[in-house]
């Protein structure tokens, strides 16, 4: 048994631009936040154990193969499988203040964290391509079959212009300046699957409509590709705004998103969208002048919010 540490983070993600429209072959834009996970590895006895102290109700702890519907155990087991731990005395604590479940890549930065971990516990090299597919295998056990953009974001941070079918899928957005942003965020009313799967039923009864909402998403990411490379803040902020008027013609937003998106614009953001699969869940607004203010009055109203760098 080693008697060493390991140690590994990775940040949260944000969609910037085209969500939901990127099912349909349209391009869209996601980003790294400055906030995210960081995963501890020590010796201990008995089964691996994990707990991450800030999710679920007073805290998660799960022992590795331990049977039940928590997909956090069967992540942690799949994780320590990939590593050649099943099975060690270990325990891990993965530490940060990314919520669970609300569009901000928390199945991804927990995977990614805990794979880093892990790694460096048994002080053998995991990065790049290899890192990609482990954390592509643990992400697996949340989303049966997640479309690789939020490991992808998360292990490479930075900002990513993703297209399905185009090779390559990603490639790098070179921000002129990082994002300051608030995130915000309510529990979310369905999981991405409801969200895409309502949207498709929606979109199969009148194609031709809902074709053009999605053509347009994809316009608004180009463009806010070229706003991001040039650093028009103001120009990045009026395609946020009419990314989220999109996504609420497709009928993805929510009573708490369309409050949380008022507000923010009322408190000042100069544009702010929903980001994720939506009903419910996380919101972003670009703030460059008071984001600790817009963050203030999401929080008096009763909803969860931080200020982060995108990028
Ligand atoms: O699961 P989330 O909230 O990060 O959002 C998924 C993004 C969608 O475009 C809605 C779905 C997808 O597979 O791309």
């Known amino acids: 048994m080693s008697a060493r540490l390991g140690t590994g983070a990775a940040p949260g ?9 990127v099912v349909y072959g349209q391009p869209a834009v996601a980003a790294a936040m400055s906030t995210g996970l960081g995963a501890t590895v020590e010796p201990a006895s008995g089964a691996p154990a994990l707990r991450i102290p800030s999710w679920g109700r007073g805290g998660l702890e799960v022992r590795a193969g331990e049977a039940g519907p928590s997909s956090i155990a069967r992540g942690f087991t799949r994780a320590l499988e990939v590593l050649g731990l099943a099975g060690e005395p270990l325990a891990v604590t993965i530490e940060g203040d990314l919520p669970l479940g609300v569009g901000l890549g928390s199945s991804a930065a927990f995977a990614v964290s805990l794979l880093r971990a892990l790694a460096d516990y048994r002080a053998v090299p995991l990065g790049g391509a290899a890192l990609l597919a482990a954390a592509a ?6 989303h049966g079959t997640p479309s690789g953009l939020d490991h992808t974001v998360v292990t490479r941070g930075g900002c990513l212009r993703f297209a399905r079918g185009e090779t390559p899928a990603f490639r790098p957005v070179r921000l002129a300046r ?9 529990p979310r009313e369905g999981s991405t699957r409801d969200a895409v799967e309502g949207l498709r039923a929606r979109r199969d009864a009148l194609p031709a409509a809902y074709d053009g909402l999605f053509a347009a998403m994809g316009a608004v990411a180009e463009a806010g590709v070229a706003a991001l490379e ?15 008027g999109y996504l609420n013609a497709c009928g993805v937003s929510s009573l708490a998103n369309e409050t949380m998106v008022a507000l923010a614009r009322r408190h000042g953001a100069v544009g702010a969208k929903l980001t994720g699969a939506g009903l419910g869940g996380a919101i972003i607004a670009l ?18 919010a931080i200020v982060s760098r995108i990028g």
């Open 230 to 244: 040039a650093g028009d803040l103001a120009t990045v902020g009026r395609l946020f705004d009419l990314n989220h």
């Open 137 to 142: 295998e643990v992400e697996t056990v949340f």
């Open 13 to 21: 993600k944000v969609i910037l631009f085209g969500e939901h429209a």
């Open 178 to 186: 990082p994002l300051p942003a608030v995130i915000a965020w309510s």
């Open 287 to 304: 703030c460059p002048d008071d984001a600790e203010g817009v963050a203030t009055a999401l929080v008096d109203a009763g909803f969860r």
